[in-house]
């Protein structure tokens, strides 16, 4: 039964947040070692829980079950909370640390493996550590064998010196470990997982340990530093499956992609370029350089340049920017056109249609083939509630109109140049708002003869 210790606070992280709900890639980091878990096959997990357990409890919410440990009494207490709850079926546990989230899910199933071939009461993975710094050490006989974990503070210098240290991931079997966590000893308020070792031992229990060699993959993260590490990192590995489903990344030190994201073959990412969040990018696409995109759908053939795109939906053959916004609620159809400098927000586009320049469109519907004019504004705010704008399928929006919701304007209709509409209008009718020009011939050479009589006189 996979258990994960994600109870503690994470005092060095200096944060009023969880550790386990500090974000790599956009995901929680204890949800990256459920995930781990799930892909080994090995189903859903129990998470201790105690610090912000209501907040870490709603993050996994579905996907874990959950243990409370109410006092941080330390992981070997953290593993007896866990060991209480378990039905008495269960021969094994799978502890996992939540603040080691790039744990690959072989790993995992070699664990597993070896540990249920041998007679061993535990098997705990190691790895070496070019600095082995906070870890706990893995102390080993003259024959090799494993005589003890010992934690950082307990180390005396040649300790210290030992590279290969304690993942914090194992496997136990449950048959005596309930009494072996008891008779585990404390050290200001806590008891350490790790010295359940020396006791199996004395206990005359066989343990064994499995030799990871990629300790860049089982690192911990107990500080902001490690956390930046360890996203580096996770970027790189994301990159790398991008790469392998024939993405082309122009500047990869200079492309941030979330875990979740997923980009269709022959895209092209531009520099500077953020994809994050769910976001879902289709075939053929030019995205950046300089595009963030938020947990958005992106249909094939869509270029963005240098805009930003929020919870919204693009189908195929659209074109964003330079400099455009699309807020949440954002759905244009196919080969929808939107130029510079133009923010939607909670607004669907029909096919074809376009909005080159300077716009505002927020919660309006519109149509097919329409076009938009430069300077167009839907007026959709009164000060208290938003109020809905619909524009029929090839409606021509004349440049620098003002669109004052609720309003229809209606299919094949026109609004003229600078008209702040305020009244809707039908099919095929033409709106024009606005006051009729005045024209005055001569007027320039008499304004200068008055100025010259005024100075005269
Ligand atoms: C722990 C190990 C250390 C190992 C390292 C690997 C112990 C005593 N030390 O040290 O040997 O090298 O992980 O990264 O096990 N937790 C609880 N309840 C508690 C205390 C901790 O659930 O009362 C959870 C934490 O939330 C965390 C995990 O256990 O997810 C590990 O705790 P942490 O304080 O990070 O241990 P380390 O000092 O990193
Ligand atoms: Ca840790």
């Known amino acids: 039964m996979p258990v994960i210790l994600a109870a503690g606070r994470g005092k060095r992280m200096h944060s009023s947040i969880a550790k386990a709900l500090h974000e790599l890639g956009g995901v929680p980091l204890v949800e990256h070692v459920v995930r781990a878990i799930s892909q080994s096959g090995l189903g859903r997990p129990y998470v201790v829980v105690g610090y912000q357990a209501e907040r870490v409890e709603e993050a996994l919410e579905g996907k874990a079950d959950f243990v409370n440990q109410p ?93 290969e240290i304690n993942t914090g991931i194992g496997v136990w079997r449950t048959s005596h470990l309930r009494e072996v966590l ?17 006791l199996l031992l004395q206990n005359g229990d066989e343990v064994s340990t499995l030799l990871f060699s990629q300790p860049s993959l089982v ?31 122009v500047d990869p030190a200079s492309t941030y992609v979330d875990a979740d994201v997923e980009v269709g073959q022959d895209t092209v990412l531009y520099p500077m370029t953020f994809l994050r969040g769910k976001t879902k990018i289709g075939r053929e696409c030019h995205i950046g350089p300089m595009a963030t995109i938020v947990s958005s759908r992106i249909g094939d053939g869509v270029t963005v340049d240098r805009s930003v795109v929020e919870q ?49 469109l927020g919660d309006a519907t519109i149509g097919s083939r329409v076009n938009i004019g430069a300077g167009t504004v839907i007026v959709n705010y009164d000060g208290k509630t938003k109020h809905p704008t619909f524009i029929g399928d090839e409606a021509f929006v004349g440049c620098n109109a003002n669109l004052v919701a609720p309003v229809e304007i209606g299919s094949g209709s026109y609004v003229a140049a600078g008209s702040t509409v305020t009244q809707n209008v039908p099919p095929g009718g033409l709106a024009i708002a606005r006051s009729r020009q005045e024209v005055k011939p001569g007027w320039a050479k008499e304004r200068k003869q008055r100025q010259k009589d005024t100075t005269h006189s």
């Open 312 to 360: 919204s939906a693009l189908a195929s053959r659209c074109s964003v920017g330079p400099f455009s916004h699309l807020r949440a609620g954002t759905y244009l159809d196919h080969n929808v056109k939107i130029g510079n400098f133009v923010e939607l927000k909670n607004t669907r586009v029909g096919i074809g249609t376009k909005a080159g320049h300077h716009s505002y």
């Open 71 to 163: 006092e941080m009494h330390g992981t070997g207490d953290a593993v007896l909370r866990a060991l209480e709850v378990m039905p008495s079926s269960v021969e094994n546990l799978l502890v996992l640390v939540g603040d080691c989230p790039l744990i690959p899910p072989a790993l995992i199933q070699d664990l597993v493996q070896q540990h249920q071939q041998s007679n061993a009461m535990t098997t705990i993975v190691t790895t070496y550590m070019e600095d082995p710094k906070g870890y706990g050490r893995i102390v080993r006989n003259p024959d090799n064998s494993l005589r003890a974990i010992v934690e950082e503070k307990d180390a005396d210098a040649q300790v210290r010196n030992i590279q």
């Open 219 to 249: 690192m911990g993260i107990n500080t902001r530093r490690e956390l930046a590490t360890a996203e580096a990192r996770l970027r790189q590995l994301t990159l790398d499956r991008l790469f392998d489903q024939g993405v082309t990344i």
């Open 182 to 198: 008891e008779q585990l000893p404390w050290h200001d308020g806590e008891r350490y997982l790790t010295e359940a070792v020396a």
